[in-house]
């Protein structure tokens, strides 16, 4: 029997990685969760391991919403709740986007990932706002007193409030203004959030 230098070995299982890291994403989105643990108990490193645009196992799983596996990475693998996305986004940005109120629960019974920005200077709650989502910005806003951010800006200057009128979800508008979200702010282009009204029932939302 052949037996194989150390280095060569390591060489080989260098290669084989991607293909394993690959493997373990495809577990998550076929909701494989027998797969999938038996993939990181073999590997266990890859749990954390970004991939080209800086996505993780966990990143995958909240994007998903597949709570078993966010769990199980988080309780198991005690991986970091707040790693960032070559854009900037955290598991929490990407549940919140796809709407997955439990994910975002749990993401931040673990750690208060919702004041962390991306690249846009986007917290996950603006994420919630784009979703139309407002029982998952409620759940952000109401989270570790993060309501006193509720006027906070991003990039561009523009607050939530801005941005929930601009993609005309008067739902959210709504739950802002009852939560005491400022309609006097100006962002860089010096614009208030009812600028950017299109229609009377937001206008009277934002009076």
């Known amino acids: 029997m052949v037996q194989l230098p150390l280095a060569e070995i390591k060489n080989i299982i260098f290669v084989f990685r991607p293909l394993v890291m690959e493997q373990v994403r495809q577990f998550i989105r076929d909701n494989d969760y027998e797969g999938f643990e038996k993939a990181l108990q073999g590997e266990p490193e890859l749990a954390a391991k970004p991939d080209e645009a800086g996505w993780t196992p966990l990143h995958v799983s909240a994007s998903l919403g597949r709570l078993a596996f ?7 693998f005690a991986i970091n709740p707040n790693q960032q996305t070559n854009g900037g986004q955290t598991a929490l940005h990407y549940a919140a986007s ?5 994910v975002c629960q749990f993401l931040l019974s673990n750690s208060n990932t919702m004041l962390l920005k991306d690249k846009q200077g986007w917290t996950p709650a603006y994420r919630a706002v784009t979703a139309g989502r407002p029982d998952i910005l409620s759940c952000l806003l109401s989270a570790s007193n993060n309501i006193k951010h509720i006027d906070d800006r991003d990039a561009e200057g523009n607050t939530l409030l801005h941005v929930a009128v601009q993609e005309g979800s008067g739902s959210c508008v709504k739950l802002l203004r009852e939560l005491g979200a ?14 950017y009204a299109t229609s009377s029932d937001m206008r009277d939302l934002l009076r």
């Open 98 to 102: 796809k709407g997955h109120l439990e």
């Open 182 to 195: 400022s309609v006097d702010t100006r962002n860089q282009k010096g614009k208030l959030p009812i600028d």
């Open 70 to 76: 966010v769990r199980a990475l988080l309780d198991t």
